[in-house]
Nanobody
Framework: VQLQASGGGLVQAGGSLRLSCAAS????????MGWFRQAPGSEREFVAT????????DYAGSVKGRFTISIDNAKNTVYLQMNSLKPDDTAVYYC??????????????WGQGTLVTVSS
Protein backbone atom coordinates (compact mmCIF):
# COMPACT_ATOMS: atom_id res chain seq x y z
CA VAL A 1 0.00 0.00 0.00
CA GLN A 2 1.49 3.34 -1.03
CA LEU A 3 -0.92 5.70 0.76
CA GLN A 4 -3.16 4.88 3.70
CA ALA A 5 -5.67 7.50 4.81
CA SER A 6 -7.49 7.48 8.11
CA GLY A 7 -9.33 9.72 10.56
CA GLY A 8 -12.68 10.23 8.89
CA GLY A 9 -15.95 9.97 10.74
CA LEU A 10 -19.18 11.65 11.73
CA VAL A 11 -19.00 15.07 13.35
CA GLN A 12 -21.47 17.86 14.08
CA ALA A 13 -21.24 21.17 12.29
CA GLY A 14 -18.67 23.38 13.97
CA GLY A 15 -16.63 20.39 15.08
CA SER A 16 -13.14 19.24 14.13
CA LEU A 17 -11.44 16.20 12.66
CA ARG A 18 -7.85 15.39 11.79
CA LEU A 19 -7.12 13.20 8.80
CA SER A 20 -3.85 11.32 8.47
CA CYS A 21 -2.19 9.78 5.44
CA ALA A 22 0.77 7.46 5.83
CA ALA A 23 2.95 7.11 2.75
CA SER A 24 5.31 4.33 1.79
CA UNK A 25 7.56 3.42 -1.09
CA UNK A 26 7.62 5.68 -4.12
CA UNK A 27 4.65 7.64 -2.83
CA UNK A 28 6.92 9.27 -0.31
CA UNK A 29 9.56 10.27 -2.83
CA UNK A 30 7.28 12.69 -4.64
CA UNK A 31 7.55 16.49 -4.47
CA UNK A 32 4.28 17.17 -2.73
CA MET A 33 1.31 15.67 -0.96
CA GLY A 34 -2.26 16.76 -1.36
CA TRP A 35 -5.80 16.26 -0.15
CA PHE A 36 -8.82 16.11 -2.44
CA ARG A 37 -12.46 15.36 -1.75
CA GLN A 38 -15.43 14.05 -3.65
CA ALA A 39 -19.04 14.47 -2.61
CA PRO A 40 -21.77 12.23 -4.03
CA GLY A 41 -22.62 13.26 -7.57
CA SER A 42 -19.73 15.71 -7.74
CA GLU A 43 -16.30 15.72 -9.29
CA ARG A 44 -13.19 15.29 -7.21
CA GLU A 45 -12.04 18.69 -6.01
CA PHE A 46 -8.82 20.10 -4.63
CA VAL A 47 -8.63 20.79 -0.90
CA ALA A 48 -5.00 21.45 0.00
CA THR A 49 -1.44 20.65 -0.98
CA UNK A 50 1.94 20.88 0.72
CA UNK A 51 5.48 20.65 -0.57
CA UNK A 52 7.68 17.86 0.73
CA UNK A 53 9.68 20.33 2.80
CA UNK A 54 6.51 21.77 4.28
CA UNK A 55 7.58 25.23 3.19
CA UNK A 56 4.78 25.77 0.70
CA UNK A 57 1.07 25.22 1.14
CA ASP A 58 -2.01 26.01 -0.92
CA TYR A 59 -5.69 25.77 -0.05
CA ALA A 60 -8.98 25.85 -1.84
CA GLY A 61 -10.88 29.03 -1.08
CA SER A 62 -13.70 27.09 0.52
CA VAL A 63 -11.44 25.69 3.27
CA LYS A 64 -8.84 28.42 3.71
CA GLY A 65 -8.72 29.57 7.30
CA ARG A 66 -10.49 26.43 8.54
CA PHE A 67 -8.24 23.59 7.35
CA THR A 68 -4.51 23.17 7.89
CA ILE A 69 -2.28 20.76 6.00
CA SER A 70 1.01 19.63 7.54
CA ILE A 71 3.67 17.03 6.94
CA ASP A 72 5.89 14.96 9.21
CA ASN A 73 8.70 13.53 7.11
CA ALA A 74 10.06 11.51 10.02
CA LYS A 75 6.75 9.62 10.11
CA ASN A 76 6.13 9.71 6.35
CA THR A 77 2.72 11.17 7.14
CA VAL A 78 0.66 14.12 5.97
CA TYR A 79 -2.19 15.54 8.03
CA LEU A 80 -5.28 17.61 7.38
CA GLN A 81 -6.62 19.39 10.44
CA MET A 82 -10.21 20.39 9.76
CA ASN A 83 -11.89 22.91 12.05
CA SER A 84 -15.26 24.68 11.94
CA LEU A 85 -16.63 21.91 9.78
CA LYS A 86 -19.74 22.55 7.73
CA PRO A 87 -22.26 20.14 6.17
CA ASP A 88 -20.84 21.14 2.76
CA ASP A 89 -17.55 19.56 3.82
CA THR A 90 -19.18 16.13 3.73
CA ALA A 91 -17.28 13.99 1.23
CA VAL A 92 -14.83 11.18 0.78
CA TYR A 93 -11.38 12.65 1.35
CA TYR A 94 -8.43 11.32 -0.61
CA CYS A 95 -4.75 11.89 -0.02
CA UNK A 96 -2.44 11.93 -2.99
CA UNK A 97 1.26 12.18 -3.80
CA UNK A 98 2.71 13.95 -6.80
CA UNK A 99 3.81 17.46 -7.71
CA UNK A 100 2.71 20.70 -6.05
CA UNK A 101 -0.53 21.37 -7.89
CA UNK A 102 -4.28 21.83 -7.59
CA UNK A 103 -4.91 19.41 -10.44
CA UNK A 104 -5.68 15.74 -9.72
CA UNK A 105 -3.90 14.67 -12.90
CA UNK A 106 -0.58 15.84 -11.43
CA UNK A 107 -0.73 13.28 -8.63
CA UNK A 108 0.56 9.78 -9.36
CA UNK A 109 -0.46 7.99 -6.18
CA TRP A 110 -3.81 7.97 -4.40
CA GLY A 111 -5.05 6.63 -1.10
CA GLN A 112 -8.27 4.69 -0.69
CA GLY A 113 -10.29 7.59 0.73
CA THR A 114 -11.81 8.23 4.11
CA LEU A 115 -15.41 9.38 4.62
CA VAL A 116 -16.13 12.61 6.47
CA THR A 117 -19.76 13.30 7.34
CA VAL A 118 -20.77 16.61 8.91
CA SER A 119 -24.25 16.76 10.37
CA SER A 120 -26.21 20.00 10.73
Amino acid sequence: VQLQASGGGLVQAGGSLRLSCAASGRAFSTRAMGWFRQAPGSEREFVATISRSGGSTDYAGSVKGRFTISIDNAKNTVYLQMNSLKPDDTAVYYCAAGVYSRLPRNYNYWGQGTLVTVSS
